[in-house]
């Protein structure tokens, strides 16, 4: 079941309000033949138990057993972070995956009950099926309930101070439907703006107009790379960037840190005096997320972004 993008956050009695996790979303059947196994499933379908050895101990007493979840995985900022589990999905050498398993442990964060000892839930509606879920003993398996809220926009402020991924609202009376994307569950993403310098730009695929830039954030240990940005810049902003950039073109980069080889190739270094404003998904990482560029912010320099 996938929840639909919300325009305002409900409120009232008939909503619950959880916190929307940045992992790999996945249903987790427990072999109810007496195996004892877990089975992790995609949401294309696809098994992927083998990239989650960790997670693979059936919680205690669960017999033929559904349940819907979030695979995730903790930043160096202690935040859900899909890039810390990006490694290890399409891993598969056994040796590999538990050395991956070891230095990057991932939880599984279940928010709903679908099948229980071979009773089908489904039809249930959310409010019951949460209450069987909390019911269940998930320590011995590694997985955990995340806590649900009754107050949607004080949540939804929260998290975004805390630089969460965002919210899900559901109905209380919702009831399960596979492949659904339902208005009962109601999905609000954050977007975070800050200021960024630019250190470099790439041109068009087989062109030469700006198509992206590469912005990084002043720091006490120098101009740190936080990510390309190509949303946002059409023909217009391309021009104006490209008229700012041209005359501050330098030999090398100017960030303190590793560019990536992905997007250094093909990248005109510039001096790192002009900052622009950033719109991305999140807050807290060490690289941007769905960045969109927003304008230039000839207020600013990147003195004034120290410590800020």
Known sequence: MLATSGSHVPTGEDWAHEVKWDGVRAL?????????????????????????PELRTPPAAAGDTVVDGEIIALNERGLPDFRVLAERIHVRKATAVARLAERVPATFMVFDLLRLDGEDLTRRPLSERRELLVGLDLAPSGWQVPSTYDDGPMLHDATKAQGLEGIVSKRLDSRYR?????????????????????????????GTHLAALLVGEPTADGLLYRGRVGSGIGPKQSRVLAAMVEPLTRAGSPFADEVPRVDAQGTVWIEP????????????????????????????????????
């Open 273 to 308: 005096v002009l900052v622009v404003d950033i719109d991305t998904h999140g807050a807290g990482y060490e690289r941007l997320r769905q960045p969109s560029y927003q304008g230039v912010r000839s207020d600013l320099t990147p003195d004034d972004l120290q410590g800020s």
């Open 178 to 206: 596979p492949g659904e994307r339902s208005q009962h569950w109601l999905k609000f993403a954050h977007r975070h703006r800050a200021s960024y310098v630019i250190g470099g730009w790439r041109p068009q695929t087989g």
């Open 28 to 52: 987790a059947a427990v072999d109810g033949g007496g195996g004892g196994g877990v089975r992790f499933t995609s949401r294309n379908g696809n098994d992927i138990s083998g990239a989650w």
